[in-house]
């Protein structure tokens, strides 16, 4: 996959969500002035918003792995965060207390590591079923984004799993209307509008070498 494939395909991926969020307002504006059925699809709305954050976010995230590993890179010319990302399941050898023989088991695998092209394995890319601040801030360091250009958006986007959550756990504590659809569709479609484009300048600008 070329550079230019991969940013195609991840605005193809953020085209049908734009379609999705308006497609919401439209279904919601349609709706009798029932307060019942109106609150209800507000309160289904909420974790929508969010799948679409996560999914994206996701989406984005694999597939910039995929062309890292395309393009075959070793150890001397990457950045630290991404050499410790290739490394990831081999540090869980090092959990709990290891035997000398333990350690220099590890040890020789690590050596013949740096012989090697480096992998990234997708499934360490997770959002671990809550992409709230704390988790994609940790996604940003692991690649090194530029997370000071999502300041902004972090309070808002921390509410949102808030409230999410809430809904997803039986709770019935969210009192929402029009506006919190409104200002958490925003939200997300800057968010992603910032992603995007913070991976199209790390690859222009080959931010993942050192």
Known sequence: MTKEELLETIRQENEWREIEFTNMKLIYSNLSNSEISQNTFLRMCIPYIYAHWEGFAMSSLKLLIKYLNDLKLSYQNVKINLFVLSLNDKFQALAGKQSFEQRCE????????????????K????????????????????????????????????????????????????????????????????????LTEEIKNYLEEKKYLT
């Open 123 to 194: 499934k360490n890319i997770s959002s671990k079923s809550n992409l709230n601040r704390e988790v994609f801030l940790e996604l940003c360091q692991i690649f090194g984004f530029e997370n000071t250009n999502f300041d902004n958006y972090l309070t808002d986007l921390q509410q949102l799993v808030n409230i999410r959550n809430s809904i997803a756990h039986g709770e019935n504590s969210s009192l929402l209307n029009l506006d919190n659809l409104e200002k958490y569709s925003e939200l997300v479609k800057n968010l992603i509008f910032l």
């Open 106 to 121: 590890f040890s020789s695998r690590f050596i013949a590591n740096l012989a090697q092209e480096l992998k990234f394995d």
